[in-house]
């Protein structure tokens, strides 16, 4: 029996490898792709409203009306802000894509990233 010479058998495995390497598993769809890009681009204003609503509520029990009134205001800068309603916009359709009739998302693999991704968001904020 006759043995490979190892200058071809490491051709071989240098012309094979990148083959192999370039089948990358799709992990989400482009729906979750676009609905986690746009999320990321919402997440400045995300954190800030979640810590505005915190803070209102606190001054709602402190009874501190006048903080309350000056939180509420900074509040309604961030939804005057014309990024902000558009990318609202945005993150509702592509959502409506993704989840089915009983508002579940479709695909197991999106739900994981999207989950992954609003856990990093949410840990980020605090």
């Known amino acids: 029996m006759r043995r490979g010479s190892p200058l071809a058998l490491l051709l071989l495995g240098a012309t094979l490898a990148p083959a192999l390497v ?37 001054a709602r029990i402190e009874q501190d009306a006048g903080r309350e009134r000056a939180l509420r205001a900074r509040l309604e800068e961030i939804a005057r802000n014309p990024e902000t309603p558009r990318l609202d916009r945005r993150v509702k359709a592509l959502r409506g894509r993704l989840v089915d009739s009983s508002g579940r998302v479709r695909e197991a693999d999106d739900l994981r990233a999207i989950s992954a991704q609003q856990l990093e968001l949410y840990a980020r904020c605090e």
């Open 22 to 58: 370039a089948l990358p598993a799709r992990a989400v769809t482009p729906d979750a792709e676009a609905f986690m890009a746009a999320v990321q681009q919402m997440a400045p204003a995300l954190c800030e409203r979640r810590k505005l609503r915190r803070e209102i509520a606190a």
